[in-house]
């Protein structure tokens, strides 16, 4: 049986940011996910307390969160190997292990940074140094691959370079992150790789293709992923990263 959790930067967007998670427990969810949701990557104590206040009065748990990753509106994609992004995305590290810590989140996910200009060697020293400091809570942090459709500049657009990637920074509590409509949209066989890699999964990300709508609004046999997740063992989250408007958006858990 998979558990299910909610991306409140992706869902809920039509009520302010602190309502969401109220929203997410009304709508059946214990859990809940974010992007970074502050404009820096050292918010101040008063809006971490707001955000933890909303999250433990609604009653469910932050299961992952992003480091900060830029100005993910205007298109950027993380700061890891981008040597102008590097230093504020090391001023983020505690803060993002701090609000983790606090809440009982376990997956802290760096996104690697839209090239040209980005830099290896930087991204794996600043993913050790976020692996360093997640492990004092106990969490693991994660890789992810994004499609090239949307994200032209990324350069990590497959499982296997985050697999690289992941090697090469060679920490136990770094893990991949399965956005599974991302690897979908460049050609992956998602139930392949369920199969054949599932062990190496820290979290599990889910939206249909075409469209990144709920599952069911495109053509990926969600049925059967979920049932080839389940018999591989993952038991981790499967964070809801879709976007829909209108009512509806959770129906097809009762299919």
Known sequence: MNTFDVNLSI????LPLLERPAAAAKNGFDAVELWWPFDGPDPSGAELTALRQAIEDAGVRLVALNFDAGDMAAGERGLLARPVGSARFRTNIDAAVRLAGELGCGVLNALYGNGPDTDRDLAVANLRRAADAAAGIGATVVVEALNS????KYPITS????FDLIDE???ENVAFLADLYH???MGEDVPALIDGHCARFGHVQIADDPGRGRPGSGRMPYQE???RLAAAGYRGHVGLEYRHAGPGAFDWRDS
């Open 11 to 14: 869902l809920f967007t039509d």
């Open 183 to 185: 690897l979908h949209r």
């Open 159 to 162: 499982s296997q370079a985050a």
């Open 225 to 227: 992923i979920f049932a």
């Open 169 to 171: 920074v060679d920490r």
């Open 149 to 152: 459709h949307e994200n032209p």
